[in-house]
């Protein structure tokens, strides 16, 4: 089945440029120039991804974002932001609310065109030769249903999110650098992502961890990058 991608700017030319490369990939592409069509469109023909602008005429792509991440049937579409804004900060409230990822204005349609892949294969359960459940102090991650249990709590994860859980549950106590980590979980190492990693981690322990700010399960080994502990 033909995956669904929709592109939400009021950049017409850049809507265009996307939807070029995407079609000619094998996508599907559906658009919006607004904040409330990309809403109506995301509820009537639900993409399989959306790569999102950032500066809308009517709601900005925080907002919408915010609003995708509270809808119980919405909340794991992957999301992909756009922007001109390059500053950190930026980047980091829009990961932080709940993109996927943050890809900065002016940018290569080839680059756009590979994240949109990555995060497709992210999030689309496949074949694999790991457990079917993965079992950590607690945590429980299915990989084919791709969903977490804390404590037998029901827990909601981003797919990059469920990526990076899985390669810490894959591999407990082994700390991985922050480069190993981006490339495991999101398919592809760009430089200056690791702000980006960062921003994820920070995310997942809010989720996972009793205190976020004393992480039993997701440690920082300072100067190195991340580990996930067991407890004995």
Known sequence: MTQRILVVDDDKEIVRLIRSYLEKSGY??????????????????KPDLIVLDLVLPDR??????RII????KLQALPIIMLSARVEDTDKIVGLEIGADDYITKPFNPHEV???????LRRAQPGLTALPAVLLINGLKLDIDQRALWVQDNSVDLTPTEFEILKVFMESPNFVFTRDELIEKSMG???????????SHIKNLRQKIEPDPHNPAYIQTVHGVGYKMVTRD
Do not use: C, N
């Open 69 to 72: 991440r509270s809808d119980e």
């Open 60 to 65: 900005d792509g925080w907002d919408l974002t």
């Open 113 to 119: 065109l590979a994240r949109v892949r990555a995060l």
């Open 28 to 45: 599907e592409v559906l658009t919006a120039y607004t904040g409330e069509t990309a809403l109506h469109t995301i509820r009537r023909d």
């Open 188 to 198: 592809y190492a760009v430089e200056g992502l690791g702000r980006t990693l960062d």
